[in-house]
């Protein structure tokens, strides 16, 4: 009777230490080692819809923006990115200082002048605009009739001229630069977007157009197989004006010959830098995901694709042509890839 009950007993015993191990994968999660991993993985990521100026339609800021958009939505689940057509640098500083946008491309004289209140007809102050990286280059482009005579910026008095639309960093420059030679008043000025004003360049409503961007233009393509055209040399002005002393974000830089149809020559100007901005109130992750997608090796494969401005953005030209302060989560991109970030844009 003894020995029933005693394996009676360690059956149940048994069927109870079987049914413990039955459940151990369960019970395996609540352990102090797996609840350690647990607390290590990264939460998901809240999904946000961003805004990123471009500019107008056929300039370099708009193939720049709706491509990077695109790029950065692909890489992240919690990260849509859409395009937002703009009046260009200008707009893009103001909509990105007060917050209507999240990301833009803005030229760094009109970040360094909007942040110091010295735009024109404008002193508002934009301190809330942060720096992501520099993109490319832009160099200024004045376009004439090869056969209308015109060798110089001073040969514009009393011509008609476009010069980008209203608030772009294209009619600023134009206007910052005409003003300094004294021909402001002595030409008329129009804004009219590039594609609008390279159609009326070769329909003869005007006499030249102005472009700030990457080479080469759509807009001066499309002229050029209309019309025969010559890019005038801006640096000579420029020099001997004085205009790199009292604008020292502009820079001298030569257009390789070829790169418009019947520009046998290079052609010597000046260029800003088109910088990727965004503003304060960006965190700091959403800036660092943003990079990393744009900056990986894809992603800047994909840019030049898009355009060919893009072949000088690299981790090394990261922060050329800054003039104002970088974002946090930039600032510890950058640190982490091996670039130095001066002190003053920290």
Not at 13 to 35: I, M
Not at 227 to 242: E, F, R, W
Not at 290 to 307: I, P
Not at 312 to 334: C, Q, R
Request: aromatic share 10%; with cysteine; charged share 20%.
């Amino acid at each position: 009777m003894k020995r029933l009950l005693h394996l009676t007993i360690a059956l149940t015993l048994t069927l109870a230490l079987l049914a413990l191990t039955g459940c151990g994968g369960e019970e395996k999660q609540a352990t102090p080692e797996s609840g350690d991993t647990a607390q290590q993985a990264e939460p998901a990521k809240e999904k946000q819809y961003l805004a990123f100026g471009g500019g107008p339609t056929g300039g370099t800021f708009n193939f720049f923006a709706n491509k990077m958009s695109s790029i950065i939505s692909h890489a992240y689940d919690h990260l849509d990115v859409s395009p937002k057509g703009s009046g260009g640098s200008a707009e893009n500083l103001r909509t990105l200082d007060k917050a209507s946008v999240d990301f833009g491309i803005v030229y760094s004289g009109d970040a360094y002048l909007g942040r110091m209140g010295q735009l024109v007809n404008d002193e508002t102050k934009y301190e809330n605009l942060r720096v992501i990286s520099f993109l490319y280059g832009a160099p200024a482009q004045l376009v004439v009739r090869a056969d209308a005579g015109i060798d110089s910026a001073y040969d514009l008095e009393g011509k008609i001229v476009a010069i980008g639309n209203p608030g772009s960093g294209a009619a600023l420059s134009a206007e910052r630069f005409f003003k300094h030679l004294g021909l402001w008043e002595k030409m008329e000025a129009r804004n009219l977007g590039y594609s609008q004003a390279a159609a009326d360049f070769s329909d003869n409503k005007i006499d030249a157009f102005w472009v700030l961007v990457g080479y080469p233009n759509s807009s001066i393509i499309e002229a050029a197989t209309r019309t025969p055209v010559k890019l005038l040399n801006l640096d000579i002005d420029a020099k001997k004006s004085g205009f790199y002393n009292a604008f020292p974000f502009y820079t001298p830089v030569e257009i390789p010959a070829g790169v418009y149809e019947g520009q046998d020559q290079p052609v010597t100007t000046f260029q800003d830098s088109a910088l990727w901005c965004t503003n304060t109130g960006i965190a700091d992750h959403v800036v660092y995901d943003a990079m990393a997608a744009v900056f990986a090796e894809q992603g800047l494969k994909d840019m030049v694709t898009a355009h060919k401005a893009a072949k000088n953005m690299s981790i090394e030209t990261g922060i050329d042509g800054v003039s104002v302060p970088l974002h946090s989560g930039a600032v510890k991109f950058w640190e982490e890839h091996g670039l130095t970030v001066p002190s003053e844009f920290k």
